[in-house]
């Protein structure tokens, strides 16, 4: 369905290929773009084997525009799903009865929350790790059948050492990654020993906040995994919708040029906001003296767009929160607009994350509006 690029896909930068990738063949009058396909079943033929797609549960030509496009960015194979919940859940099912899974303390609240009640149906044993601890990461593996890490970590931002977990645990333990948070293009988790990588392409990939959609990403000669995951999204019928993996594979096209923006306007509010005397403390691994700031530097293209800083208490977090103008307050991340939260909000955040923790996903706006809009803000807490 869609044409090979000029060059090997390796051959090409992340730039070009997020352009490129998952076009219609190059023929006279054909459209540049992927249509949106609205297919619940497809023309077959006696022999079943014949056509790849069969029903619309098995396979859609504008999701495998888009997976082909994630694939090629991480670097493997990618699936996509109606959700990174739904991804996240394609992984957990394949896990049997009595597993042990490891799981970061910091992890996305939905994934701890579906593992721990997985954990009580099926007696599964769940430790649970500091994912910036390599050695508490490497202890908990031992005897384990799946290792969850989740880096840059939410909300505190923290950075696991990925390059040394992926090589202690290839070939030992199934490592997942859920690289939402840097996306393929500040760190490619298959490279250095993942096995399956985890994105809510909600978040940075679709990048306008309009849709929902997961994927994951295994490597190229992983065929029987791939199999396996593939059986799930059959099965359990949690597929994308159409419309959905059109927009998300439009906004993949622009993924470089967005983060590229918003890592350079978050490098700078990062910056200001340390400076701030409302401010207790800024957790960004691009400021020198972050914890995560040296092993970012090492394993990682970019510091990315999510800040979190710690404001005095519960009160002066949500005072600051409801004075800004330009800051939309709403949780998720990723998106060209910038969005800002207090995380305890949420019952289920982790009593260890600050009460006057303020997650900040940074936008592509102009860098001094947003600025003002923070610093006006800031100034009028009492
Ligand atoms: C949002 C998110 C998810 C879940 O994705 P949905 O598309 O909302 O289901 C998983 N992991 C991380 C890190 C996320 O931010």
Redesign the pocket.
């Known amino acids: 369905m869609t044409s090979e690029p000029v060059q090997p896909a390796e051959r090409l930068r992340p730039e070009t290929l997020a352009v490129t990738v998952g076009r219609p063949a190059r023929v006279v009058d054909a459209p540049l773009n992927t249509p949106v396909t609205f297919a619940a079943t497809y023309v077959g033929d006696h022999d079943t084997t014949s056509g790849s797609l069969g029903y619309g549960r098995y396979g859609n030509p504008t999701w495998q525009a888009l997976e082909d496009g994630i694939g090629a960015l991480e670097g493997g194979r990618a699936l996509t799903f109606s ?6 859940h394609a992984v957990l099912d394949l896990l049997a009865p009595g597993s042990t899974v490891v799981l970061p303390y910091n992890c ?1 609240l ?2 701890a929350a579906s593992v721990d009640v997985r954990a009580a149906k099926d007696g599964w044993t769940v430790r649970k790790v500091d994912v910036a601890d390599t050695d508490a990461v490497l202890a908990a593996a031992e005897g384990a059948d799946l290792v969850w890490v ?1 880096s840059p970590t ?1 909300p505190t931002i923290e950075v696991a050492d990925l390059p040394a977990i992926g090589a202690a645990l290839a070939g030992k333990v199934r490592l997942v990654v ?1 690289n ?2 840097a996306t393929p293009l500040l760190q490619q988790p298959l490279a250095v020993g993942a096995d399956i990588v ?6 940075f990939i679709a990048g306008h906040s309009d849709a ?3 994927a994951l990403v295994v490597r190229e000669s992983d065929t029987e995994l791939f199999a396996q995951l593939d059986a799930v999204r059959r099965s359990r019928g949690a597929t994308p919708g159409t419309m959905e993996a059109y927009l998300a594979l439009r906004g993949l096209r622009t993924l470089p040029l967005r983060l590229e923006r918003a890592q350079a306007n978050a490098q700078v509010l990062a910056e200001r906001l340390a400076a701030h005397p409302a401010v207790l403390r800024v957790r960004f691994p691009g400021l020198p003296d972050d914890p995560g700031h040296a092993r970012a530097a090492r394993t990682m293209a970019g510091f990315g767009s999510l800040i979190s800083v710690d404001l005095a208490d519960a009160a002066t977090a949500d005072a600051f929160v409801d004075a800004t103008r330009l800051w939309v307050f709403a949780t ?3 998106g060209v607009e910038s969005s800002l939260e207090r995380r305890r909000r949420w019952a289920g955040e982790l009593p260890s994350v600050p009460e006057g923790l303020v997650r900040l996903s940074v936008g592509v706006e102009h860098v001094e509006d947003l600025w003002s809009d923070l610093a006006q803000a800031l100034n009028s807490l009492p």
């Open positions: 959700s990174g919940m739904a991804a996240a996305y939905g994934v989740e939410n859920d939402t948070f985890l994105h809510a392409v909600t978040k929902l959609l997961g998720s991340l990723g």
